[in-house]
């Protein structure tokens, strides 16, 4: 089977128990007949939702390896399937990575056994929210900026800034959106750093109690002029749509699907830079697949199923050379900016904050644990 001959599979990587794993393992053993995953909806699709998206029924006929995607919709809903140590893996955003690694939940993955890796944009390795202590804790997958969105029949003049979002005389006020999860508290302090300098703010996941403070007075004011949150991508599309909002936070793909569809929509990258996400897959500490795992993560990051995956979901590939493949769209990484390390650098990809600073500043940083209350408290 060519993709095992890829991997050079060896030995098996591990015994039937759930002994937890703390080390990168050195080689792959022969597949189980297994994978549990826990995936955002559309990572894991084998033709059931359209017939001609089936990247999972090639890796199972090629691995041997029976797949069970279970679909989360939130990173806390990730994090609480995870604590159970039913499933062998996760795709992981940056709000729930940082956890999964701090609570022991996930290994280390020896990078050298992913063929695919060496390819991945070097701007989503070795980051604080997929590694710890020089140790890699998952593979890149895809990845996304946070853009403001906007009605451009009814939001003039066209803002280029967050503040226009934090306006509490805002004209627009009850059609606002905004990202409903503790995480977005950092979209706040990502526009502090410009609009209070004297905050002293430099990464928006390694705030101090005062630069947290400040964010959450912000948050709570803007609470005001909220229409609606929104964690769910088509009930945001669906509002922009109708024109009950008409500006906030949106990703790349819910602009792409309005427009289609005839909403009057533009998007902007803010002169403040923006937040964004990035997926790692992560290999579970009690993994009892782990070798189908290893090969998935393989799989998962080769060319010809990023392209089918970034397609199909609607964000930037982590292997460039899926570009090239990406057939029913050639313009998709140019939209999505996928190779534009430029643009990736004003991104502030999602890192769970911890009380040691994200930043190495110190360990006097507000953790994620005030950030989940806080987030409560904002929204009343």
Not at 162 to 182: E, N
Not at 201 to 210: G, K, M, V
């Amino acid at each position: 089977m060519a993709l095992l001959a890829s991997l050079s599979i060896f030995g098996a990587a591990c015994g039937d128990d759930k002994k937890e794993s703390t080390e990168a393992i050195t080689e792959i053993g022969d597949a189980e007949d297994t994978l549990n995953l826990i995936v955002w909806a559309g990572y894991a699709e084998d033709g059931s939702t359209y017939p001609e998206y089936d990247w999972v029924t090639p890796f199972e006929a090629d691995t041997g390896c029976a797949v069970n995607a279970q679909t989360a919709a939130t990173s806390d809903e990730m994090f609480t399937l995870m604590e159970t140590g039913e499933y062998d893996g996760v795709s992981a955003s940056g709000d729930a990575s940082v956890r999964l690694i701090d609570a022991g939940l996930v290994a280390p993955v020896n990078t050298s056994l992913i063929a695919n890796y060496a390819d991945l944009s070097p701007f989503l390795k070795d980051t604080v929210y997929n590694s710890k202590d020089g140790k890699n804790y998952g593979v890149p997958h895809g990845w996304g900026a946070n853009y403001l969105m906007y009605n451009t029949e009814v939001v003039d003049p066209a803002p280029d800034s967050w503040g226009a979002v934090f306006d509490a005389d805002s004209p627009y006020a009850g059609s606002v959106t905004a990202y409903d999860a503790p995480i977005y508290i950092a979209d706040a302090a990502l526009y502090l750093m410009t609009a209070q300098p004297d905050l002293g703010i430099t990464d928006p996941y390694s705030l101090t109690q005062e630069q947290f403070d400040a964010a959450v007075d912000l948050l709570k004011v803007q609470n005001g002029i909220i229409g609606e949150y929104w964690n769910d991508y088509t009930k945001t599309q669906a509002a922009f749509e109708q024109g009950s909002t008409v500006i906030g936070t949106t990703w790349q793909v819910i602009y792409n699907l309005a427009t289609f569809n005839g909403a009057t929509l533009a998007t902007v990258l803010p002169v403040e830079g923006a937040t964004g996400w990035s997926d790692t897959w992560m290999l579970s500490s009690k993994a009892e697949h782990p070798n189908c795992m290893y090969m998935w993560m393989d799989y998962i990051t080769s060319p010809d199923v990023q392209a089918q995956v970034a397609y199909y979901f609607g964000e930037a590939p982590a292997n460039p050379k899926a570009c090239d493949l990406i057939v029913d769209d050639p313009t998709h990484c140019d939209v999505f900016k996928a190779t534009d390390s430029a643009f990736a650098e004003a991104v502030h990809f999602w890192a769970t904050p911890r009380k040691k600073c994200l930043d190495g500043s110190g360990d006097n940083c507000v953790p994620f644990s005030e950030w989940i209350k806080a987030w409560t408290e904002i929204k009343g």
